[in-house]
């Protein structure tokens, strides 16, 4: 059996990284060059997933690891961490090689 990604709960995390940084669905439409605001809605009520690039985008804008947006069914291997600036990309490199040892 393969991991499932929840939808419900990868849009309830994403309203919440919304609601940290202070951000509008306009705000997500805006910044992804999307046509209209209801995939912004459709993502946060867990109707369907960001598409691969937009996950990209929104991990970029809320300054956060991709893996930290998404919500499966296995166990988390990833602890909720605190990212600052440039330094976050290499934070996340420690921790995969801390998991991968």
Not at 41 to 66: K, Q, T
Request: charged content about 25%.
């Amino acid at each position: 059996m393969y991991p499932i990604i929840d939808k419900e709960k990868t849009g309830l995390r994403i309203q919440n990284f919304m609601k940290m940084k202070n951000i509008t669905a306009k705000d997500i439409q805006e910044s992804l060059g999307l046509t209209c605001v209801q995939a912004v809605y459709h993502w946060i009520n867990g109707r369907c997933l960001p598409s691969l690039e937009n996950l990209y985008a929104l991990s970029d804008l809320f300054e956060v690891p991709m893996d930290m947006l998404v919500v499966g069914d296995r166990k988390e291997q990833l602890v909720q961490l605190k990212f600052a600036g440039n330094n976050r990309l290499f934070a996340y490199f420690m921790k995969l090689n801390e998991f991968a040892a």
